[in-house]
């Protein structure tokens, strides 16, 4: 491979970040078409109402489900394309194969992170700060605020696992 200059590695991030930004309006679209079910999913560990308490709360909710999901579809292609591009910057002798099988590895293992967050930690976190109402406290709890913890132990423990 021939050395590149400064405007042909331009040229290429330019290039990569555009079909990284149109793979994740596409699969941010995706989400947002099924917004529904992930709502039903993330909602179910918790039993009580969710409520939003602004006029944009419900369409915030939607659109920033799209977004983070859509983000975790696109990751596979969005790591692709950051490799590629630092790929002549690698030493020549990492070969292909050990790229391919460290991040499919490091994916594994940030989903089975996610799955621990979500099916293990969350509903016993619930459970635990739900012990908290009484019969003259309740929990209000808001539609961000919720997505919001869910979202961070989800994250925690896919970062966690790595």
Do not use: C
Not at 56 to 72: C, D, E, Q, V, Y
């Amino acid at each position: 491979m021939e050395p590149q200059t400064f405007h042909d590695h331009v040229k290429e991030l330019r290039r990569r970040l555009l079909w990284v930004i149109i793979a994740l309006s596409a699969s941010s679209t995706l989400v947002y078409v099924y917004r529904l079910k992930f709502i039903s999913v993330l909602s179910k560990p918790i039993s009580t109402p969710l409520y939003y308490t602004s006029p944009l709360g419900g369409f915030n909710l939607a659109i920033k489900i799209s977004t983070i999901f859509g983000l975790i579809l696109a990751l596979p292609f969005i790591v692709y394309n950051v490799v590629k591009f630092i790929e002549p910057a690698l030493p020549k002798n990492l070969k292909h194969s050990s790229i391919f099988r460290m991040l499919i590895f490091s994916l594994s293992l940030a989903i089975l992170g996610a799955a621990f967050g979500y099916f293990v930690i969350l509903p016993m976190s619930l459970h635990f700060f739900m012990g908290y109402s009484t019969g003259t406290i309740k929990p209000l709890i808001s539609a961000t605020e919720y997505l919001n913890y869910v979202l961070n132990i989800i994250i925690t423990f896919a970062l966690l696992f790595q």
